[in-house]
C-alpha cells in the first residue's frame, strides 16, 4: 500500500495563490521567489525581463494545469515501471521564462531526479508541449 505523503501531487496550486504571491514579489531582483503562506511551495523565477507580466499572469493563472499535467506523466511513468512510487515524486522548484516559452523545473522529492516540463505560448495560448526527465 503507497503511504499518503508519497502520493502524487495534483491540484497543488491555487491561481488567486499564485497571483497573489506574484503581485506581492520583489520584481526589482533578477531572481523573483513565489512563495505560499498558506501552502507548502516556493517557486524562483528567472527571466523576467523575456516577457510581459500580462502574459505571465496569464501562465500563473494556469499553473495547476500544467502541474497536474506533470504529476500525471509521472504517475503515468511510475505505473509502467518497477520502480517504488519515491522515484516518480517531483515538485515545482524553479520556473525559467523566455520570450514564447516557459521551463518548468521539477526536482525529486524523494531521490535525486530532475524533470522538465516546456510550456510554449501560441496566439496568446498557453500549451504544455514537452515532458521530461533529465
Not at 504529476?71 to 505505473?79: A, F, R, T
Amino acid at each position: 500500500m503507497i503511504k499518503q505523503h508519497l502520493l502524487f501531487k495534483f491540484n497543488r496550486f491555487s491561481a488567486n495563490e499564485v497571483l497573489a504571491a506574484w503581485e506581492n514579489a520583489d520584481k526589482s531582483k533578477d531572481v523573483i521567489l513565489l512563495e505560499s503562506a498558506n501552502s507548502d511551495w516556493s517557486i524562483e523565477v528567472d527571466g523576467i525581463q523575456n516577457i510581459s507580466h500580462p502574459m505571465f499572469e496569464r501562465f500563473l493563472s494556469k499553473i495547476d494545469v500544467f502541474d497536474n499535467g506533470v504529476q500525471l506523466y509521472c504517475k503515468g511513468v511510475y505505473e509502467n515501471s518497477n520502480f517504488k512510487t519515491e522515484n516518480f515524486i517531483v515538485s515545482l522548484q524553479w520556473i525559467s521564462l523566455h520570450e514564447n516559452s516557459i521551463t518548468m523545473g521539477y526536482w525529486g522529492d524523494y531521490v535525486n531526479i530532475e524533470l522538465r516540463s516546456n510550456v510554449e505560448c501560441d496566439n496568446g495560448i498557453w500549451k504544455q508541449k514537452d515532458i521530461y526527465y533529465q
